[in-house]
């Protein structure tokens, strides 16, 4: 009898191998600017306009685009350059980020069965469950941000949006099947190119009305503050949409890894999206009336139909971040033991982190046509966007805390004050977004997603554990039954049994009942149990 057979299966590993050479260094960095950056460069399409939504009341006065100016850039550079790119980064479970892993580097440090490590557990998969919740806002909302520029060519195209936005996703969730390699060479040139039109329309309109880098200050945003008091924190939840797809970033670090990550985001996407979004202020100053789509009133009129198609495609592919991270984010679950084990198709020989889970990928696709056909604009879903991602991202900070305080003895000086720091800001986001759940039914479908996620992961999770201590009460251990079968032995047949089972300590339940009912045992009989390895292939 053959004991201890191990089959092996994918898990993370210490991110890309073999791309030491600065050629794969500068093709990864492309393929990640295609496939990570997406989701957070084409917020310049809706957030500024969404900052002057007549919810608020604001007026695109000088002062006003001024301090919303400076407190979306200092969001940039809190939360997702200081807080994402420079340190939760460092918080990688064998290459692989997320709120997931996180969450298995946080209980990892802490004491098996203790109470904090359960509520370790309990937070991490309710970020990860208010990440499909974000995962299924991001693809509906860019991609009507996008083609709702046909409006602004001419306004009796307006009727064509919902229905070309629902064809665009259709072809983005049918080509995942290609794999984040494939999508991403094809998409990195894509995204380069928008990054680079973001940039040029920036400079081409901050050279009209240079006073407005003014707002690199910090000052502006303590000024719109000071004016505006209680009702500049509700004005966040606006402005939260420009740090959205921070997690994002996070996410599909096992796509890539870290170092392709940084070298865009600092090299490329933020230069990139500060230049838009001051460029879109500058056009504000000088044309109040713009605020009604400022992202293609910025650019001339000879060249808003070829944005139009570029912004277009950047939308489709920015929904790729969301829903690799989602593909990611549902892998860690299930090795965790938080979902029954769907189909992972693994889509690079090289890189395990690359994967496509079709069941995820069709479920997301439903749930985006209906979101599509019920809100059908961008300034109806922004009003559902944010609390999920402001949500996730306070969790996020909390697992840092707890990972930089067990597992980071020598960072944790400097870390766990930055905590504090991140606390008070995603407090603040999540309070602004909170607000929203008051005045409008949008708010609670994020909610409602988390809430049913969180529900089914844990009760899957309960279930298991309730299986496996009946399995462990009702089997007999293997070295007691091995001494028992030498003394009295069964009758054996030619041939070899294969035998499943998750604890290699406990008889399967299927040889008993064998022996119990036909009263016979195989020539070979195999114990096989599943082990994942970190390695792509064994």
Same mark, same amino acid.
């Given at each position: 009898? $053959?004991?201890?057979?191990?089959?092996a299966s994918n898990a993370p590993h210490s991110g890309p191998g073999g791309h030491s /050479?600065?050629? %794969? @260094? =500068?093709?990864l960095v492309v393929a990640a600017v295609g496939v990570v950056f997406g989701d957070i460069g084409t917020s310049p399409l809706y957030t500024i306009k969404e900052m002057f939504n007549p919810h608020f009341g604001l007026v695109p006065d000088a002062r006003t685009v001024k301090g919303l100016l400076s407190l979306g850039f200092w969001s940039l550079i809190m939360v997702v350059t200081l807080k994402y790119v420079l340190v939760i980064m460092r918080a990688d479970n064998e290459g692989e980020g997320g709120i997931m892993a996180l969450t298995a580097l946080a209980q990892r440090s802490l004491k098996s069965g203790s109470r904090l490590s359960y509520l370790v557990g309990i937070l991490g998969i309710?970020? =990860? $469950?208010?990440?499909? %919740?974000? %995962?299924? !806002?991001? #693809? #509906?909302i860019t991609v009507l941000g996008a083609v709702e520029g046909l409006a602004v060519i001419s306004p009796r195209l307006a009727n064509w949006v919902v229905p070309i936005s629902l064809l665009i996703l259709f072809g983005l969730f049918a080509g995942q099947r290609f794999g984040t390699a494939k999508v991403g060479k094809v998409f990195g040139p894509v995204m380069v190119t928008w990054f680079i039109?973001? =940039? &040029?329309? %920036? !400079?081409?309109? !901050?050279?009209d009305n240079p006073i407005v880098l003014r707002a690199l200050s910090p000052m502006w945003a303590i000024h719109f503050f000071a004016e505006h008091g209680w009702h500049a924190v509700l004005v966040l939840g606006a402005v939260v949409l420009t740090v959205t797809g921070g997690e994002a970033l996070y996410a599909d670090m096992g796509h890539f890894g870290a170092k392709p990550i940084r070298w865009g985001w600092f090299g490329f996407v933020l230069p990139a999206l500060v230049l838009n979004y001051f460029g879109q202020g500058a056009v504000l100053l000088d044309d109040p009336r713009a605020v &009604?789509? #400022?992202?293609?009133? /910025?650019a001339p009129d000879w060249a808003q139909v070829p944005l139009l198609v570029l912004a277009t495609t950047a939308a489709a592919i920015a929904s790729q971040a969301v829903i690799t991270g989602a593909f990611s984010v549902t892998r860690q679950a299930i090795q965790l033991g938080y979902l029954p084990r769907l189909q992972i198709r693994h889509t690079s020989r090289d890189t395990i982190g690359q994967i496509y889970v079709p069941s995820i990928n069709w479920m997301?696709?439903? &749930?985006v046509i209906v979101l599509v056909l019920a809100f059908r604009s961008s300034t109806n879903l922004a009003t559902a966007y944010g609390l999920s991602v402001t949500g996730t991202m306070l969790i996020d900070t909390l697992l840092l805390a707890v990972v930089a305080y067990t597992r980071w003895p020598d960072a944790r000086k400097w870390v766990l004050p930055l905590c504090a720091l991140f606390l008070v800001i995603d407090l603040a986001f999540l309070i602004a977004n909170g607000e929203k759940l008051l005045t409008g039914i949008g708010a609670w479908v994020p909610l409602f997603i988390g809430i049913a996620a969180f529900t089914m992961m844990?009760?899957? +999770? +309960?279930? +298991?554990?309730? @299986? +496996?201590?009946?399995i462990r009460k009702d089997g007999i251990q293997l070295d007691t039954f091995l001494p028992g079968l030498m003394l009295a032995p069964p009758v054996r047949v030619p041939g070899t049994a294969v035998f499943l089972t998750a604890d290699p300590t406990v008889v399967p339940h299927a040889l008993m009942h064998n022996l119990k009912h036909n009263k016979v045992l195989h020539e070979h009989n195999v114990f096989l149990t599943v082990d994942t390895l970190n390695v792509p292939y064994a």
């Open positions: 009898m $053959s004991h201890g057979t191990h089959m /050479s600065r050629l %794969g @260094l =500068a093709t309710f970020g =990860a $469950s208010l990440f499909f %919740g974000d %995962g299924m !806002i991001t #693809p #509906p039109v973001l =940039a &040029a329309l %920036g !400079i081409y309109n !901050i050279l &009604a789509n #400022p992202f293609y009133m /910025s997301l696709f439903a &749930a844990r009760t899957w +999770r +309960r279930g +298991r554990e309730l @299986l +496996r201590e009946e």
